[in-house]
């Protein structure tokens, strides 16, 4: 598996596994009919700091992340990032790859830590993988999250400071 930085080419390969996930409505709480052009300017067009990484296995786009500040201004220096599987490629560590390459990246460019706002509690393989990465739970917004399948549920606000 290579890591690196997402190039204008990975964007089809990207969108034919993240727009099944934004549709399920299940991880993200965007509209599940989100747009391809609003999801490709928000997670490609990434200014410095914020960066755009995919997860290639052979010929083929397994993953991806996007890293930008959590706020802008006095907030910058936390960063935020979110994370799209293909659901081809789970449970071969493509997420644990994408976190800790997203975590060295995002210490590497300056950011002092790094905030999730919204990890849904029903997706506990992602809430097991960050807190194995070293984030805490910082709370759990009661009914936070409206789950197409389980109703209303609780979202974790997670964090984890980072080293230079």
């Not at 410095?48 to 997860?55: E, I, M, S, Y």
């Not at 052979?58 to 910058?76: F, L, M, V, Y």
């Not at 997203?102 to 210490?107: F, S, T």
């Not at 506990?124 to 549920?153: D, K, N």
Request: aromatic share 10%; hydrophobic share 45%.
């Amino acid at each position: 598996m290579r890591i690196r930085d997402a190039e204008v080419g990975d964007w089809p390969a990207v969108w034919a596994f993240a727009q099944p996930i934004i549709a399920a409505g299940e991880t993200y709480p965007w509209p599940r009919d989100t747009s391809e052009a609003w999801t490709r300017a928000f997670w490609m067009d990434k200014e410095p700091p914020g960066a755009t990484l995919v997860a290639q296995i052979g010929e083929r786009i397994a993953g991806t992340a996007e890293i930008h500040p959590n706020h802008p201004g006095q907030g910058s220096h936390v960063a935020n990032a979110g994370f799209m599987v293909d659901p081809e490629f789970r449970g071969r560590g493509v997420g644990r790859a994408l976190g800790e390459a997203v975590i060295a990246r995002a210490a590497a460019d300056g950011f002092l830590a790094m905030q999730f706002n919204a990890v849904v509690e029903t997706n506990a393989q992602a809430v097991r993988l960050w807190h194995s990465l070293g984030f805490t739970t910082l709370a759990i917004v009661p009914e936070g999250f409206r789950h197409p399948v389980h109703g209303l549920v609780g979202m974790h606000i997670m964090h984890r400071r980072l080293e230079p």
